[in-house]
């Protein structure tokens, strides 16, 4: 009898054969290799048929509820965020943050709640988000606002085995919503092509109030 992935790790479903695990993760790097130049070049229809097949292939072998099954409904919600489809966004990570949430991994989980956020202001609901964001405040828990930031990036997670939590006094909050914390002015720069739209609309609605 081959040696079962389970007896690897509890990732892992029962049925799964190490060697049919191994062919799924190698596909799945393969995948995400494809769908970084999918984002690179722009391609938003492939960027999220690559996430869904991603998904695909970790349901085959891990169980469902598994961290690398959280991580394929982020990246879904990643995909969809991007082609504007916010409703679908909403819940593909919703399912991201139930499953990390449940989980020990709380890198994942914090990125997807940030994602979550991020989701909410194109919605326009910057208060939501707010609220959302501050409540990793008292434990030294948050992100930086800008999906761009260095301290989230493949390489520094790779390098740092994780990515950098911040204190919310080592953040800045934008001084017009203060609804959104950046840890640089080159993040909040990067980050106000997207933000300034739900967040001039955000100021506009309290001034006229």
Known sequence: MPPMASSIHPDFRDDVTVAQARAADEKTERLFFEQQVAKRAGDMDRYLQLAQEMLQTRLGVYKPDSMPVGDAWCLIGSAYRRESKLQEAIEATEKSIEIHAAGDNEDNFVLAREQFCLILEDMEKLSDAKEIRLRGASTGRMVCSSPQCHFQSYDFR?????????????????????????????????????????????????TEA
């Open 158 to 206: 790779l390098l740092n085995r994780g990515i950098r939590l911040f204190n919310l006094t080592e953040l800045h909050g934008c001084g017009g919503c203060r609804s959104a914390f950046y840890c640089s002015q080159t993040c909040q720069k990067q980050e106000w092509k997207r933000h300034k739209s739900p967040c001039k609309k955000y100021v506009s609605s309290k």
